[in-house]
T-cell receptor
Framework: KAGVTQTPRYLIKTRGQQVTLSCSPISGHRSVSWYQQTPGQGLQFLFEYFSETQRNKGNFPGRFSGRQFSNSRSEMNVSTLELGDSALYLC????????????FGNGTRLTVT | AQSVTQPDIHITVSEGASLELRCNYSYGATPYLFWYVQSPGQGLQLLLKYFSGDTLVQGIKGFEAEFKRSQSSFNLRKPSVHWSDAAEYFCALSGTYKYIFGTGTRLKVLA
């Protein structure tokens, strides 16, 4: 099985711009979740989608949004970028149950200048 | 409140020495617990998981972890560390439609 694929791997954006990150889950996985990883904060939960429905959301401002398509692929959008949004954004897929391990992509490294 | 604490930010061990990485959790019920490893520039890879039953669980790459309910701990161990084990290690618990991660322990291995 192919693993979780995240595109692009690297992004450089300017403050005020917006960005869209993409995630293709493992085939058969209906849950996709997103995490922001920074050196000081570790992994912070952004949101989780299951069968196109957002089931949970972390404590991030409304500038961060996401969606999931019928094929389980997911996108994450960040509008009005700030310097503090620079981070590694990780996507993970799973079968969606509480005991389902997460399978991670290699992440998208976003740099905001 | 649900939380995961990894008290050690950095640990350095010599190759061939034993390793123990600490993890403490706070959760209202029996937790589902996981250990992940992250190499530089990569995503996280699952090492092992604990759901119930035997408190000592075996994982990949020779790692094991012991669940101790009385101490709210789930420490990761390896009898003999290899240079390729140098990475960052994360303990996590599964909550309601999300995982809660510890802040990670960065392992350095001396030749």
């Amino acid at each position: 099985k192919a693993g979780v694929t995240q595109t692009p791997r690297y992004l450089i954006k300017t403050r005020g711009q917006q960005v869209t990150l993409s995630c293709s889950p493992i085939s058969g996985h209906r849950s996709v979740s997103w995490y922001q990883q920074t050196p000081g904060q570790g992994l912070q939960f952004l949101f989780e989608y299951f069968s196109e429905t957002q089931r949970n959301k972390g404590n991030f401002p409304g500038r961060f949004s996401g969606r999931q398509f019928s094929n389980s692929r997911s996108e994450m959008n960040v509008s009005t970028l700030e310097l503090g949004d620079s981070a590694l954004y990780l996507c993970a897929s799973s079968q969606g149950q509480t005991d389902s391990p997460l399978h991670f992509g290699n992440g998208t490294r976003l740099t905001v200048t | 409140a649900q939380s995961v604490t990894q008290p050690d930010i950095h640990i350095t061990v010599s190759e061939g020495a034993s390793l123990e990485l600490r993890c403490n959790y706070s959760y209202g019920a029996t937790p589902y617990l996981f250990w992940y490893v992250q190499s530089p520039g990569q995503g996280l890879q699952l090492l092992l998981k604990y759901f119930s039953g035997d408190t000592l669980v075996q994982g990949i790459k020779g790692f094991e972890a012991e669940f101790k309910r009385s101490q709210s701990s789930f420490n990761l161990r390896k009898p003999s560390v290899h240079w390729s084990d140098a990475a960052e290690y994360f303990c996590a618990l599964s909550g309601t439609y999300k995982y809660i991660f510890g802040t990670g322990t960065r392992l350095k291995v001396l030749a």
